[in-house]
T-cell receptor, first 113, second 105 residues
Framework: DVKVTQSSRYLVKRTGEKVFLECVQDMDHENMFWYRQDPGLGLRLIYFSYDVKMKEKGDIPEGYSVSREKKERFSLILESASTNQTSMYLCASSLSLIREPQHFGDGTRLSIL | DAKTTQPNSMESNEEEPVHLPCNHS???????IHWYRQLPSQGPEYVIH???SNVNNRMASLAIAEDRKSSTLILHRATLRDAAVYYC??????FGKGITLSVRP
């Protein structure tokens, strides 16, 4: 079974801090994704990566950056955290962008105070 | 626009079949239709996907309309553990709000 592991289930940070969310997958998948999930808004794509060091903006990239130095690891970075970035963050990976399904981690609930 | 349209919520009785609809009128010829579900406090999990033909697996069946502009996820016998939010997508990167399925004992 594919396993996508997010480094923290719960995280509390302060406004203005630089925040790193880490995600690791163990199935050698080419593609990795970061979403945020808010009540009433569903899942919204922040960034995705289709190869090491390659990235594409999703629907809501503002205030975020990403890093993919190794195939199995995809990091989401909040350069200067703000309260409106309090949310559930979900990481996923997939073998292909078109046909194969995405496999999700259990999420990180991030609170910015 | 790659959005799908689903009802906000549906209710079912335990051990009865459930048909969850989805409209995807803007689907292109090469887009697969994927269904996921999300249980409370978990990330979404894959349920089923298909292109043109109806599909079955151990979790559910997927019925795809001939014009591919709509599909239906079928749970043959709902259980309490099937209570979840179900997402239908045809562009892998575009999730909507999903259908919240409630199952009555």
């Amino acid at each position: 079974d594919v396993k996508v592991t997010q480094s923290s289930r719960y995280l509390v940070k302060r406004t203005g801090e630089k925040v790193f969310l880490e995600c690791v997958q163990d199935m050698d998948h080419e593609n990795m994704f970061w979403y945020r999930q808010d009540p009433g808004l569903g899942l919204r794509l922040i960034y995705f990566s289709y190869d090491v060091k390659m990235k594409e903006k999703g629907d809501i990239p503002e205030g975020y950056s990403v890093s993919r130095e190794k195939k199995e690891r995809f990091s989401l970075i909040l350069e200067s955290a703000s309260t409106n970035q309090t949310s559930m963050y979900l990481c996923a990976s997939s073998l292909s962008l078109i046909r194969e399904p995405q496999h999700f981690g259990d999420g990180t609930r991030l609170s910015i105070l | 626009d790659a959005k799908t349209t689903q009802p906000n919520s549906m209710e079912s009785n335990e051990e009865e079949p459930v048909h969850l609809p989805c409209n995807h009128s803007t689907i292109s010829g090469t887009d697969y239709i994927h269904w996921y579900r999300q249980l409370p406090s978990q990330g979404p999990e894959y349920v089923i996907h298909g292109l043109t033909s109806n599909v079955n697996n151990r979790m559910a069946s997927l019925a795809i309309a001939e014009d591919r502009k709509s599909s239906t996820l079928i749970l043959h016998r709902a259980t309490l553990r099937d209570a979840a939010v179900y997402y239908c997508i045809h562009r892998k990167l575009t999730f909507g709000k999903g259908i919240t399925l409630s199952v009555r004992p």
